[in-house]
């Protein structure tokens, strides 16, 4: 007897249109998808975008390469003037002090050659109208010590008598470098050049002169001296 087809057995199964592997073809069709879009559009993206920002930084950091060698260049080439300028400064510094030293005082007044601007009697104010600021050291009010204004004298005391707008300059101390390049007897020998021939006191290297701006110069230091009005005298000073 002929038989037909075998119909399928109620136990087998359609795996091609099962759900589960219709759903599992699904994502992994989704998934090559996806990862086909990463491969071929996200990642090249963010490879661009690092290459461009890696490329920026290069020419940014060229640029600040470029900066530097020319403050480098800058530097050095201000290092060799500063150095050029130093070398002239210490040239000129060196050629006033001479030629202070030479004319050092102003005539027979009593004043050295640049410090006549302020004179015994003057007011105190004075003091700071024709010294810079920071010369002018005024830390106690019956006196101001001058610094650095003259190459010779280098330390001048204006010493005050009187109160408010009337306080003027009773004596001054004009005082050498300690450290300057003149012999011991510099000083003597100008103020004997200067003024003659001195008077002389009972104490040894007491020495005194008259000048021509009613003071009188009175000297008992190798590097310094007081100039007075007439007719008065440091506390120190002998009597005769």
């Known amino acids: ?20 592997v219709i759903a599992a073809l699904a994502s992994a069709g989704t998934l090559a998808l996806t990862l086909t ?32 060698k020319t403050l480098r260049g800058e530097k050095t080439q201000l290092i060799v003037e500063k150095s050029s300028l130093d070398q002239r400064l ?9 030629s202070e030293k030479a ?19 003057d007011p105190a104010s004075k003091v700071e109208a024709i ?20 190459s010779v004298f280098n330390r001048i005391v204006y010493y005050f008598e009187g109160n408010g707008r009337e306080k003027t300059v009773s004596h001054i101390s004009f005082n050498a470098d300690y450290n300057s390049s003149f012999h011991r007897e510099f000083l003597q020998h100008k103020l004997l050049d200067s003024f003659g021939t001195p008077k002389l006191w009972r104490r040894k290297e007491f020495f005194s002169w008259s000048t021509s701006s009613r ?5 008992s230091s190798d590097s310094n001296y007081i100039l007075m009005p007439a007719g008065s005298s440091p506390g120190y000073w002998p009597d005769s």
Do not use: C
């Not at 210490?90 to 001479?98: H, M």
């Not at 004319?103 to 640049?114: E, H, Q």
């Not at 010294?131 to 003259?150: L, R």
């Open 90 to 98: 210490s040239t000129s510094q060196k050629k006033l002090f001479e």
């Open 103 to 121: 004319n050092l005082f102003l005539g027979s007044t009593g004043y050295p050659v640049g410090l006549a601007a302020v004179r015994v009697g």
């Open 131 to 150: 010294f810079p600021q920071q010369a002018v050291d005024k830390a106690d009010s019956e006196y101001y010590i001058v610094t650095g204004q003259n």
């Open 215 to 219: 003071t009188v110069v009175f000297k």
């Open 1 to 20: 007897m002929a038989s037909g087809p075998v119909p399928p057995s109620s136990n087998s199964i359609d795996w091609k249109n099962h759900p589960v």
């Open 37 to 68: 879009i990463g491969k071929e559009v996200i990642l090249p993206t963010y490879l661009q975008s690092y290459s461009n920002e890696i490329a920026d930084l290069k020419k940014t950091a060229a640029v600040h390469e470029a900066e530097l």
